[in-house]
C-alpha cells in the first residue's frame, strides 16, 4: 500500500513552520533603522514599495526567503 502523505512530504517539505515575520533595515534617506513586518505567505521573493517610519521617504524593498524560512531584506530609495 502507497502512503499518499508519504508522495505530499515529498513534493512539498513542511520544514520546522516557521519563518520571519519581520526585518530590520537602514533607511537610504534618512540613515535610522526601521524594524519591519513581513510576510511570508506572499511569496519565496517579494518586491514592494513601503514608506520610512521615520522621513516618511519612499523605499524599494527587497525580501528573500531562504528554504528554513529566514528572510533576507534589502532597501533601496524608491525612484
Do not use: K
Request: with cysteine.
Amino acid at each position: 500500500m502507497i502512503d499518499f502523505f508519504d508522495d505530499l512530504d515529498d513534493e512539498f517539505p513542511l520544514g520546522d513552520g516557521t519563518a520571519d515575520t519581520d526585518g530590520v533595515v537602514i533607511c537610504p534617506y534618512c540613515g535610522e533603522q526601521n524594524v519591519i513586518a513581513l510576510d511570508p505567505g506572499s511569496g519565496e521573493e517579494q518586491d514592494y514599495v513601503e514608506d520610512c517610519q521615520v522621513c516618511c521617504q519612499p523605499w524599494r524593498v527587497h525580501v528573500h526567503y531562504d528554504a528554513h524560512g529566514g528572510a533576507s531584506v534589502m532597501v533601496e530609495p524608491e525612484r
